[in-house]
């Protein structure tokens, strides 16, 4: 910045840099603040940046077509994410078109009326963990059952939202690093003829293949065994493991 901001304005450490040097210099944003810098809007605009009002002495100006919206857009198409799968959660005025952008667009209780205006639903302030049941509410029922050990919790809300989309063949899908533990865990699904990933599990690293076992009898999910002595665990090999990758294993999963 040219000027320092005042207590409370900006996080983190502020670094006084001559204007001729800021204006050298890329930024994906640029903060304004001055009294009634918000009157300078409209002739920002035409200059083809996006400007964000945030009270008379505050703008934030970006490139044209730049917001949270755009890259959640970019983000959402390489993950291949559903459109109407997107939720918002937000508080200020640069939240306003990430609101409308999201299926499901939810403004805090702390904020402006123009930001809660925007957004579909409203939920609690920052003070009250407003943003904590709109979280859980997108926790599939089965993955928030007491006593779910946090890969039981996990191994269910993947598999019933795989089974939710499109119900169809499921394996876990694990692979060891350097280590005799798990170096990754995932949940995988067959559509159109080939695997796909459903989601990553998190918990499942540093484990153990009976831990996921384990974990997976604990959230109702059954799995093909052996007929005899300890009936175990019948996982596939699907890559013997070479200098180029890790050894992969999968178990096939059913909910029950």
């Known amino acids: 910045m040219n000027h320092e901001f005042g207590a409370g304005l900006l996080n983190g450490?502020?670094?006084?840099?001559?204007?001729?040097?800021?204006?050298?210099?890329q930024a994906s944003r640029v903060a304004l603040h001055?009294?009634?810098?918000?009157?300078?809007?409209?002739?920002?605009?035409?200059?083809?940046?996006?400007v964000t009002p945030a009270g008379h002495n505050w703008l934030d100006v970006t490139a044209a077509g730049t917001s949270?919206?755009?890259?959640?857009?970019?983000?959402?198409?390489?993950?291949?994410?559903?459109?109407?799968?997107t939720v918002a959660v937000g508080d200020g005025f640069n939240d306003i078109a990430?609101?409308?952008?999201?299926?499901?667009?939810?403004?805090?209780?702390?904020?402006?009326?123009?930001?809660?205006?925007?957004?579909?639903?409203?939920?609690?302030?920052?003070?009250?963990?407003?943003a904590v049941p709109i979280l859980l509410s997108l926790v599939p029922a089965p993955a928030r059952r007491?006593?779910?050990?946090?890969?039981?919790?996990?191994?269910?809300?993947a598999?019933?939202?795989?089974?939710?989309?499109?119900?169809?063949?499921?394996?876990?899908?694990?692979?060891?690093?350097s280590s005799p533990d798990l170096a990754g865990c995932e949940v995988h699904t067959l559509r159109s003829g080939r695997?796909?990933?459903?989601?990553?599990?998190?918990?499942?690293?540093?484990?153990?293949m009976r831990d996921v076992e384990r974990a997976a009898r604990e959230a109702g999910l059954t799995y093909p065994r052996g007929d005899e002595g300890r009936r175990r665990a019948h996982w596939r090999t699907t890559a013997p493991g070479s200098e180029s990758g890790p050894a992969e294993f999968e178990l096939p999963l059913t909910h029950a």
């Not at 450490?13 to 210099?25: F, R, S």
């Open 13 to 25: 450490p502020q670094k006084l840099t001559p204007l001729e040097d800021l204006l050298a210099g």
């Open 34 to 50: 001055a009294n009634r810098v918000a009157d300078h809007a409209d002739a920002l605009r035409h200059l083809g940046v996006t």
């Open 68 to 85: 949270k919206a755009t890259a959640l857009e970019q983000i959402r198409c390489l993950l291949g994410v559903a459109s109407e799968r």
């Open 98 to 130: 990430m609101l409308g952008w999201a299926a499901r667009g939810v403004a805090m209780g702390h904020a402006p009326d123009t930001v809660r205006e925007a957004a579909g639903e409203t939920t609690g302030t920052i003070a009250e963990n407003g």
């Open 146 to 157: 007491p006593g779910l050990s946090p890969l039981g919790a996990q191994l269910a809300a």
């Open 159 to 177: 598999v019933h939202t795989a089974v939710e989309r499109a119900p169809g063949p499921l394996v876990v899908r694990v692979w060891h690093g």
């Open 195 to 208: 695997w796909v990933r459903q989601a990553p599990v998190p918990a499942g690293r540093a484990s153990s």
